[in-house]
């Protein structure tokens, strides 16, 4: 490589939970350099999730942490030009791809939803997630489905 690696940025845990996973996901779901809206929204969808399931004794982050991980890929499919053709190959996600890809989709999908706020749209999508189904569960079934197809050219990893 040319460059040196850009320096991995800390980020800092969220005032409520204290917790950098949070910080991580307002970050994506934030927009225009509103943090400030996107922890209201977080925080909003995270009431919303403990309202819809009273009887569950996990608490609303525990809920969330669980809808991100039944959302999280383990393989996905990169094109790779082997001769004049380009073929699918499947490989394995770093650890940090896959909190990131799961945070990414399961905002895209509760964006996509129809629904009053986004903070009612993300508690939907939320609740769906951790009750393995859902637009974002649909992806990752999708991704594993296709990397389980294109098994055959796994020997092209690099």
């Not at 819809?52 to 999280?72: M, S, V």
């Not at 903070?119 to 997630?129: H, P």
Request: proline share 4%; charged share 35%; hydrophobic share 35%.
């Amino acid at each position: 490589m040319r460059k040196a690696k850009p320096k991995k940025r800390i980020i800092l845990p969220d005032p409520v939970y204290n917790d950098q996973k949070v910080s991580k996901f307002v970050n994506h779901l934030m927009y225009d350099g509103k943090k400030n809206t996107s922890y209201e929204i977080f925080y909003a969808a995270l009431d919303i999730v403990k309202t819809k399931l009273p009887d569950e004794e996990k608490t609303a982050l525990e809920i969330w942490k669980k809808a991100l991980e039944n959302i999280t890929p383990q393989v996905e499919v990169k094109s790779r030009r082997v001769g004049g053709a380009t073929f699918q190959v499947p490989t394995e996600i770093r650890p940090e791809r896959k909190e990131s890809i799961s945070m990414k989709n399961l905002i895209n999908f509760a964006r996509k939803r129809g629904g009053k706020t986004m903070s009612d749209k993300l508690a939907a999508e939320i609740l769906d997630a951790y009750n393995e189904q859902g637009g974002a569960f649909k992806r990752k079934e999708d991704m594993h489905r296709m990397a389980e197809a294109n098994r055959a050219f796994a020997h092209f990893r690099f």
